[in-house]
C-alpha cells in the first residue's frame, strides 16, 4: 500500500427537518452563493449540477451533495472539513422556517488516517465536534463503531442525534465501500492520452459508458464528471432517488463508493441485490463493506440475506462478517463485509 495518497473514503453528513411553515420548496430555496460559502468552510467546490422536481444534487471536487425540501446529504472525500458545514447549514434553514430534527453522521476507516486533520484523527473528537454543534432538542443520541471480525481496520463509524425517539424517515440508505479494485477496470477512470478535445463534463459520459456504470440502473439520469489526470464522480437522479459514485483508481490505495436511497417495498424500481450486484462488478474489488441504514422502515433480515446470496452467486463475493447495531430516532444500521472466496 501507498505510504500517501488521495483519501478516497468519504465521510458523510446528514441534516432532515421539521417543516414549521409547510414550505413545499423547504431547503431548496437556499440561494447557491450561501451554499457555495458552506462548502468553501468544507474545502470543496461545486464541478457540475442537475435538478428534478424532488430534489438538488451537486457533484463537488470532493464528492457530492443533494438538496432536498427538508433532507441535506453532503459527503466529502479527502483531508476535507466536513463538519464545518453543520453550523451554517442549520442557520440557513432557521431563516427559511425549518428547525433541525435529526443528524447523522458516518463513515468507514481512512486509508490514511495520519493525513487528516483535527479532528477527524479520532471518532471521539468527530463526535464532541458534532454534539457541540447541534441544539440540546436532539436528545437521542448515540454513537458507535461497528467492527468486522475478519477485518478490524475497516470499521464503520456513526453517530446519531434524533428529537424524536421514532424515525421519520421511510427511506433506506444502501452505502458500498470498495477497495482494491481490479486494475483494468480501474484503467476506465483515467483520462486517456489524445482526449483533450474532451472536456470534464464529457470525458466523464465516456467514463460512465466504457465502465458500466449506465447499466447499473437504466431509470437514472446521470451527472457524471472526470477529473484529470484520473478519478471520476457522479449523481444519479430517478424521480426522488439518488445515487452517486465515486471513483480513486490510483494503483495502491483505490477506492470506490456506491450510495443510493430506496424503498424496499415499493414497485416500479430494481431489486437492491441487483443493483448493488452490477454496481460493485463495474470495479470487482478485493474488499467489500456495504452499510445499510433502515430510518422509518423495519429491519428486513431477508433482505440482507437475499444480498448476500446475489453476490456470492454473480460475484463470487462472501460475506465474511454482518453486524447490526440500532440507533434511538434513527433506526437500524447493518453492517456486512465481503471478500472474495479465494481468499
Request: overall charge negative; aromatic content about 10%; some cysteine.
Amino acid at each position: 500500500m501507498a505510504v500517501s495518497g488521495f483519501e478516497g473514503f468519504e465521510k458523510r453528513l446528514e441534516l432532515r427537518f421539521f417543516d414549521d411553515d409547510n414550505n413545499p420548496m423547504g431547503l431548496r430555496l437556499i440561494d447557491f452563493e450561501s451554499l457555495d460559502q458552506v462548502l468553501n468552510e468544507v474545502q470543496c467546490t461545486v464541478v457540475s449540477a442537475v435538478a428534478n422536481r424532488s430534489f438538488d444534487a451537486y457533484v463537488l471536487s470532493e464528492s457530492s451533495l443533494f438538496v432536498y425540501p427538508t433532507k441535506i446529504i453532503i459527503k466529502t472525500c479527502g483531508t476535507t472539513q466536513l463538519l464545518k458545514s453543520i453550523r451554517p447549514l442549520i442557520h440557513l434553514a432557521r431563516n427559511l422556517g425549518l428547525t433541525l430534527r435529526a443528524c447523522r453522521y458516518s463513515r468507514g476507516s481512512f486509508i490514511f488516517p495520519n493525513a487528516q486533520p483535527f479532528p477527524y484523527t479520532s471518532f471521539k473528537d468527530e463526535v464532541v465536534v458534532v454534539e457541540e454543534s447541534l441544539p440540546k432538542s436532539l436528545c437521542y443520541r448515540k454513537a458507535s463503531v461497528i467492527t468486522p471480525s475478519n477485518n478490524p481496520s475497516r470499521s464503520w463509524h456513526v453517530f446519531t442525534a434524533s428529537a424524536d425517539v421514532e424515525s421519520d424517515e421511510s427511506v433506506v440508505v444502501v452505502e458500498v465501500c470498495m477497495t482494491e479494485l481490479d486494475r483494468v477496470n480501474a484503467l476506465s477512470f483515467f483520462r486517456r492520452k489524445g482526449d483533450e478535445k474532451y472536456n470534464s463534463d464529457s470525458a466523464g459520459k465516456e467514463m460512465t459508458r466504457l465502465s458500466g456504470i449506465d447499466m447499473i440502473n437504466a431509470n437514472t439520469f446521470i451527472c457524471d464528471f472526470a477529473f484529470d489526470p484520473c478519478g471520476y464522480s457522479m449523481n444519479g437522479v430517478d424521480g426522488d432517488r439518488y445515487s452517486t459514485i465515486h471513483v480513486t483508481p490510483e494503483d495502491g490505495f483505490s477506492y470506490a463508493s456506491f450510495e443510493c436511497g430506496l424503498s424496499l417495498y415499493d414497485d416500479g424500481h430494481n431489486d437492491i441485490s441487483e443493483v448493488l450486484s452490477r454496481a460493485i462488478d463495474v470495479f470487482r474489488p478485493s474488499d467489500v463493506s456495504i452499510a445499510t441504514t433502515y430510518g422509518g422502515e423495519d429491519y428486513n433480515h431477508e433482505v440482507t440475506k437475499r444480498v448476500e446470496r446475489v453476490l456470492a452467486k454473480k460475484l463470487g463475493l462472501k460475506c465474511r462478517s454482518r453486524h447490526m447495531d440500532e440507533f434511538p430516532g434513527s433506526g437500524t444500521v447493518v453492517y456486512q463485509s465481503f471478500t472474495p472466496r479465494r481468499k
